[in-house]
């Protein structure tokens, strides 16, 4: 029972928050050495380094022991940390996944007009 296997289900947002930090941190490095405010890309990267720490931990209670496995499948309850950094990690993924396809759309109206 304490054998520890990955949560899966996870993993996809795993991958969108790394994705959201590397936009964040693109963007603020990119801020700075453009003469953007200071103040602003400094929020914007320390945005990115929430997004990586938020990220590490998701992965971090992502590996679980079978006990909190069949926890979880019987009664529906999750450890604390671990419901908080799921809920974090579902959110920056669903905006993410949003702001991807809004993109998306703004560029295929713009080239439509073109």
């Avoid at 996809?12 to 928050?17: F, G, K, P, V, Y």
């Avoid at 003469?35 to 380094?49: F, Q, R």
Wanted: net charge positive; aromatic share 14%; hydrophobic share 45%.
């Amino acid at each position: 029972m304490g054998e520890v296997e990955f949560n899966q289900d996870n993993k996809s947002n795993i991958r969108w928050t790394m994705f959201a930090a590397w936009v964040y941190g693109i963007g603020g490095i990119m801020g700075l050495s453009a003469g953007g405010s200071a103040a602003g890309c400094i929020v914007v990267i320390l945005l990115a380094a929430a997004c990586v720490y938020s990220s590490v931990m998701l992965h971090k209670v992502s590996k679980r022991p079978y006990w909190q496995i069949y926890k979880y499948e019987l009664t529906g309850e999750r450890e604390p940390k671990e419901r908080r950094y799921i809920l974090i990690g579902n959110i920056i993924a669903g905006y993410m996944r949003w702001s991807v396809k809004m993109a998306f759309g703004v560029l295929r109206l713009v080239f439509s007009f073109v």
